[in-house]
């Protein structure tokens, strides 16, 4: 798969993105089956694997449970090669999660972030909002923490992961990327989406599979169909960058990649969905 901008943020990812809160999170999800975290064998595997495809892009986030931690591991040596994009503002302990968007909580947020993955910077840092997106943005502690990091040259781009349209619309006014829920079964974002590409800012997609429901039908060709449909839809707005896929499973890696692909040539040949994609 060839990279492609971000918005206007200088860096260039993959259309698809590894999210790994099945690295280290199997509690309070809502995927269709039941999470098994694989052990680091698997795990180096998939990351490889990832790499051969040309995914540059991991999601990870404190609230996935150890999964920052795991990675901080896992990418000893080969840390450069990737695109890490992480948040701030949620933390889940003990099957709950608790939120702090004050400039003291997401700047040590963004701190511990670093100290777990073994790094000086990420390249994305996000705000992980509760959905009292107005609020945060309002409040302005938890981006000017961001912007800190940014400054000091410790986070690459401020961005926002919200849940209200409203909310996405102002933070697409003072972050360089937003990560957006996009998907068959809600499409509410999509004048956000489009309003994004006109500002140049870069969009991540979240959920663009509904958490693997997208591919929960009854037979294999129902699964595929329902990737195909999914990927189809998300990858054919100009706006998105790239879509986070959280798997563990390296067919299901493999096959949503081809499929990716193949969108992608159709679209070119069509002269439709998102930006000019670098070799």
């Known amino acids: 798969m060839d990279r492609r901008p971000l918005g206007r943020t200088g860096l260039t990812?993959?259309?698809?993105?590894?999210?790994?809160?099945?690295?280290?999170?199997?509690?309070?999800?809502?995927?269709?089956?039941?999470?098994?975290?694989?052990?680091?064998?698997?795990?180096?595997a998939l990351l490889s694997q990832a790499m051969e495809l040309r995914i540059n892009l991991?999601?990870?986030?404190p609230a996935y449970g150890n999964s920052e931690e795991r990675l901080g591991l896992l990418l000893e040596g080969w840390r450069d090669r990737w695109v890490i994009s992480t948040k701030a503002g949620?933390?889940?302990?003990?099957?709950?999660?608790?939120?702090?968007?004050?400039?003291?909580?997401?700047y040590a947020s963004i701190?511990?972030?670093?100290?777990?993955?073994?790094?000086?910077?990420?390249?994305?840092?996000?705000?992980?909002?509760?959905?009292?997106?107005?609020a945060i943005l309002e409040d302005g502690g938890a981006i000017e923490a961001l912007k800190e990091h940014k400054a000091a040259k410790r986070v690459g781009v401020v961005g926002f992961s919200p849940?209200?349209?409203?909310?996405?619309?102002?933070?697409?006014?003072?972050?360089?990327?937003?990560?957006?829920?996009f998907n068959l079964g809600n499409q509410e974002m999509r004048p956000v989406i489009r309003r994004c590409a006109e500002r140049g800012v870069g969009v991540l997609v979240k959920k663009g599979l509904m958490s693997g429901h997208a591919a929960g039908g009854q037979t294999l060709a129902d699964a595929q169909e329902g990737v195909r449909r999914s990927l189809g839809l998300c990858l054919g707005e100009r706006g998105v960058s790239s879509v986070i896929v959280g798997t563990v499973s390296p067919e299901h890696l493999d096959?949503?990649?081809?499929?990716?692909?193949?969108?992608?040539?159709?679209?070119?040949?069509?002269?439709v969905g998102s930006g000019d994609e670098i070799q």
Do not use: W
């Not at 949503?256 to 159709?266: F, G, W």
């Open 13 to 44: 990812v993959s259309p698809l993105g590894l999210g790994t809160v099945k690295f280290g999170r199997r509690d309070g999800v809502k995927y269709p089956e039941p999470v098994r975290i694989p052990g680091d064998r698997l795990a180096l």
């Open 58 to 61: 991991l999601d990870t986030a």
């Open 90 to 106: 949620e933390s889940f302990e003990n099957g709950v999660s608790s939120y702090d968007f004050s400039y003291e909580a997401v």
């Open 111 to 134: 701190e511990g972030s670093l100290e777990r993955l073994r790094t000086d910077r990420v390249e994305i840092a996000l705000i992980h909002s509760d959905g009292s997106d107005q």
């Open 163 to 181: 849940k209200t349209v409203e909310g996405a619309m102002r933070a697409s006014e003072v972050c360089g990327v937003l990560m957006l829920e």
């Open 255 to 271: 096959f949503d990649t081809r499929v990716a692909a193949e969108i992608l040539a159709k679209n070119r040949e069509e002269g």
